[in-house]
């Protein structure tokens, strides 16, 4: 099997923002015949880096690019954090992972590459999109889901939970599906010892050092069922919590 290069972006939501990421991994992929080569999203979209890592978890070596500009070393330090929790969570042998110098370090190509974009003619016209209109219906959702994207969570993994939660949301129809739902990213919740921390409205629940397998059960349990999930969640007040390893 060859070494498997991932093209990883920020998000992705639109269909025509994909395209382009097949036709990006396509045109490298033609200019490296000795890799295979794919594309994930860190934050929003499929697939995500971690089901593309388990998609080719067979290849000898697998490389990440994050495509983001300007590389931010928190954003390059949490694609190896989320590496490191994928390869600690497998039973067998891991393939060898890097990640590979952000873009930012070829300034000089990209500088390059950016004039001679601007000096071809446009691809397509865009249109001028109309004023919105100045009346809009307030959604019925019944639970509001948010996620902790403060330091300390991010480091413990907060933004792949957001990129699992967005994804259930998107694939199930939970915005539209009784009771219905909406999530939102939000700075820091309080109880930085207990991150990832997940909060659940209307209830205010708070769960603790959620994983991408309590969240499933959150969102099944809680949001859905409308059943808190008493063995993840921490009561406010009190005295100080630590962390329980469920």
């Known amino acids: 099997m060859k070494p498997v290069l991932i093209l990883l972006a920020k998000a992705a939501i639109a269909a025509p923002a994909h395209v382009d990421m097949k ?12 890799w295979q080569v794919t594309w994930a999203y860190s934050e929003q979209g499929t697939p995500t880096l971690r089901a593309q890592l388990d998609t080719y978890d067979a290849a000898p070596q697998i490389r990440v690019l994050p495509l983001s500009l300007p590389a931010e070393p928190a954003t390059v330090n949490a694609i190896a ?12 042998p891991a393939p060898v992972i890097n990640v590979t110098p952000p873009l930012s370090s070829a300034l ?26 100045d009346s809009a219906q307030v959604p019925d959702h019944h639970a509001r889901v948010l ?30 599906r009784a009771p219905g739902m909406m999530s939102c990213r939000t700075s ?24 991408l397998t309590a969240l499933d059960q959150i969102i099944d349990d809680h949001v859905v069922g409308g059943q808190p999930v008493a063995a993840l969640a921490y009561a406010p007040g009190g ?8």
């Open 147 to 176: 996620v902790c994207t403060g330091g300390p969570c991010m480091n413990a993994g907060a933004a792949e939970l957001w990129h699992q939660l967005r994804a259930r949301q998107d694939a199930e129809k939970l915005r539209r």
């Open 23 to 34: 036709a990006m991994a396509h045109a490298v992929a033609a200019a490296l015949p000795d």
């Open 81 to 92: 954090r989320t590496v490191q929790r994928w390869a600690k969570g497998r039973s067998g």
């Open 188 to 211: 820091c919740l309080g109880p930085c010892a207990l991150g990832p921390v997940v909060q659940v409205w209307p209830e205010g629940t708070y769960y603790g050092g959620v994983t």
């Open 108 to 133: 000089r190509d990209l500088t390059t590459a950016i004039v001679a974009s601007v000096n071809m003619p446009p691809l397509r016209e865009v249109p001028v999109a109309p004023l919105p209109a």
């Open 239 to 246: 005295p100080k919590q630590s962390l329980r390893r469920n």
